[in-house]
């Protein structure tokens, strides 16, 4: 075996090992969101607010947007490390005691998640290749030092919050047919573990009440399908198109009694669509549109506006009560720059739709996805013709959500979060 095929597998194999270890171990539990859903899997996307499907794919990042890239993208390997940093907190005024919220403000602890991902592509001949990724979803992530739940609805322990973290892995092949199109396919493998603590004032909701609360990490397992094509119109105009099936995951049995259907989480599927133009040979701008169908899981979709009682709420039934969330539109621009030969710029801007309604906001202390529009920027640069470094910064804009307390229109729940990530990667190219 020659000494370049060892250098190449001993790069892959520490990648690899520091990414498993990374997302299957929980190092981090969040991303830069749209709902849960990271904006980006790889420093290039980031940088460019979440754009992949259609541009010229840089990294692995893109592969995992859209597996019919996989062709373009030729040989390589690469690796990040994301540092996120999100703020949560909930101000509850008004009314306070029995069977209220507590009237005060409350800040969610745990502002730094360090996440790996990593990707690889072999380009077998010149009309197919395939590859691998490993990326990871989060922002369902709180963890509130007092607990705001009590003592208005009863005893309850701190502190309070839920943790979710998701781990994906993407197998794909591209396959070039011809007149300047290729097409991908990518079975998806998902790892998530979840916990819920603080939440014993909930019990009373329940049908299953030793199963809401405190009962430590409980994981699931499960997998879908992504398919996408790339088609390159001619040498100034790219279009993407890419859908990732629902995620059908094993139950979440510790807290069968806190999400409904027993404990069910199916990741929820998504629609990308996207397209790049060329204006001059070093400018690309792209514009991309993605649906999150989170109105079709019903932990997440089922309505959390009901009157507080246990025949309302069924807390783990089939019909049991949920966080409101809705199907989320996201609107991406970006723009990369060739600005010297070793020297790439990239800039984005991203736009979402509300994840909820205002009336839904009792539920969502414990999940407070309430940014909608982020900005983005990164640079990469070639040390070599193998090596690239690249960066990336996003920010999220502090958005506010305000509504009545469910139980007592007196008294009102803002939820606020605001969040930064930086992400820094390698790839190398032969």
């Given at each position: 075996?020659?000494?370049?095929?060892?250098?190449?597998?001993?790069?892959?194999?520490?990648?690899?090992?520091?990414?498993?270890?990374?997302?299957?171990?929980?190092?981090?539990?969040?991303?830069?969101?749209?709902?849960?859903?990271?904006?980006?899997?790889?420093?290039?996307?980031?940088?460019?607010?979440?754009?992949?499907?259609?541009?010229?794919?840089?990294?692995?990042?893109?592969?995992?947007?859209?597996?019919?890239?996989?062709?373009?993208?030729?040989?390589?390997?690469?690796?990040?490390?994301?540092?996120?940093?999100?703020?949560?907190?909930?101000?509850?005024?008004?009314?306070?005691?029995?069977?209220?919220?507590?009237?005060?403000?409350?800040?969610?602890?745990?502002?730094?998640?360090?996440?790996?991902?990593?990707?690889?592509?072999?380009?077998?001949?010149?009309?197919?290749?395939?590859?691998?990724?490993?990326?990871?979803?989060?922002?369902?992530?709180?963890?509130?030092?007092?607990?705001?739940?009590?003592?208005?609805?009863?005893?309850?322990?701190?502190?309070?919050?839920?943790?979710?973290?998701?781990?994906?892995?993407?197998?794909?092949?591209?396959?070039?047919?011809?007149?300047?199109?290729?097409?991908?396919?990518?079975?998806?493998?998902?790892?998530?573990?979840?916990?819920?603590?603080?939440?014993?004032?909930?019990?009373?909701?329940?049908?299953?009440?030793?199963?809401?609360?405190?009962?430590?990490?409980?994981?699931?397992?499960?997998?879908?399908?992504?398919?996408g094509a790339l088609w390159r119109a001619n040498s100034w105009l790219n279009f993407g198109i890419s859908y990732q099936s629902e995620m059908f995951m094993t139950r979440f049995h510790r807290y069968?009694?806190?999400?409904?259907?027993?404990?069910?989480?199916?990741?929820?599927?998504?629609?990308?669509?996207?397209?790049?133009?060329?204006?001059?040979?070093?400018?690309?701008?792209?514009?991309?549109?993605?649906?999150?169908?989170?109105?079709?899981?019903?932990?997440?979709?089922?309505?959390?506006?009901?009157?507080?009682?246990?025949?309302?709420?069924?807390?783990?039934?089939?019909?049991?009560?949920?966080?409101?969330?809705?199907?989320?539109?996201?609107?991406?621009?970006?723009?990369?720059?060739?600005?010297?030969?070793?020297?790439?710029?990239?800039?984005?801007?991203?736009?979402?739709?509300?994840?909820?309604?205002?009336?839904?906001?009792?539920?969502?202390?414990?999940?407070?996805?309430?940014?909608?529009?982020?900005?983005?920027?990164?640079?990469?640069?070639?040390?070599?013709?193998?090596?690239?470094?690249?960066?990336?910064?996003?920010?999220?804009?502090?958005?506010?959500?305000?509504?009545?307390?469910?139980?007592?229109?007196?008294?009102?729940?803002?939820?606020?979060?605001?969040?930064?990530?930086?992400?820094?990667?390698?790839?190398?190219?032969?």
């Amino acid at each position: 075996m020659s000494a370049t095929i060892l250098r190449r597998a001993a790069l892959a194999a520490g990648m690899l090992g520091l990414a498993t270890i990374g997302c299957l171990a929980g190092a981090g539990s969040a991303h830069a969101t749209n709902g849960y859903f990271t904006i980006g899997t790889d420093p290039q996307t980031k940088a460019m607010a979440g754009i992949g499907v259609s541009d010229d794919p840089n990294g692995p990042g893109a592969i995992a947007a859209n597996p019919a890239d996989g062709v373009e993208a030729g040989n390589l390997a690469g690796g990040c490390l994301d540092l996120f940093v999100p703020y949560r907190s909930d101000t509850n005024i008004g009314t306070s005691g029995n069977g209220h919220l507590q009237d005060n403000d409350f800040t969610s602890g745990d502002h730094y998640f360090a996440v790996p991902c990593f990707g690889m592509n072999r380009r077998i001949n010149a009309r197919t290749a395939v590859g691998f990724s490993l990326y990871a979803n989060g922002g369902m992530d709180t963890r509130y030092g007092s607990n705001m739940f009590s003592p208005g609805f009863g005893a309850a322990s701190t502190p309070v919050g839920v943790a979710l973290q998701q781990a994906f892995f993407d197998f794909n092949i591209a396959r070039s047919i011809g007149h300047g199109l290729t097409v991908g396919v990518a079975p998806v493998f998902v790892f998530q573990r979840m916990s819920a603590y603080g939440l014993q004032p909930f019990q009373n909701f329940s049908e299953d009440p030793t199963h809401v609360t405190n009962n430590g990490y409980s994981y699931s397992y499960g997998g879908g399908l992504k398919v996408g094509a790339l088609w390159r119109a001619n040498s100034w105009l790219n279009f993407g198109i890419s859908y990732q099936s629902e995620m059908f995951m094993t139950r979440f049995h510790r807290y069968a009694g806190l999400l409904a259907d027993h404990g069910s989480f199916n990741v929820p599927p998504t629609l990308t669509e996207g397209v790049t133009v060329w204006p001059v040979k070093s400018l690309a701008l792209s514009f991309e549109h993605q649906i999150i169908f989170y109105g079709m899981i019903p932990a997440l979709a089922h309505s959390g506006a009901l009157p507080l009682t246990k025949t309302a709420w069924q807390l783990g039934g089939a019909q049991g009560a949920g966080f409101g969330w809705k199907n989320m539109n996201v609107l991406r621009v970006g723009a990369q720059w060739q600005a010297l030969p070793a020297l790439t710029l990239r800039a984005g801007f991203s736009h979402a739709t509300d994840f909820t309604d205002n009336n839904q906001l009792l539920f969502n202390i414990l999940a407070p996805a309430t940014v909608k529009d982020h900005v983005t920027a990164g640079l990469a640069y070639a040390l070599n013709k193998n090596w690239t470094v690249s960066g990336a910064y996003v920010h999220a804009f502090a958005k506010s959500f305000t509504g009545p307390y469910i139980g007592d229109p007196s008294q009102t729940i803002t939820l606020r979060m605001s969040q930064n990530e930086f992400e820094a990667g390698a790839e190398y190219h032969w």
